[in-house]
């Protein structure tokens, strides 16, 4: 049988939970901040699951920048 694939839901997961501590030792605004950049890669979760990259931290990193530039893009106009 083919190996398993995980979810990009929780391959998301599996990432915010390695950077656990560094979140827990930001202020409060910036763990919010933190939270959000999560939030945007999850989003971003048809692109992640075509992906398949074997460090899954890409992928979720540029799913967050997208939608960075997206907002910085929307206020702009």
Known sequence: MGKSITPYSHVV???E???SDFRR???RADQARCDTLFNYAR???PGG???SDPDPFRT???GMLIELM?????EQR
Do not use: K
């Open 43 to 45: 989003r971003h979760t």
């Open 13 to 15: 997961d599996q990432v």
């Open 60 to 62: 979720v990193l540029l």
């Open 17 to 19: 939970a390695a950077f």
């Open 70 to 74: 997206r907002r910085l893009d929307e």
């Open 49 to 51: 699951v075509l992906q």
């Open 25 to 27: 030792a930001l202020t």
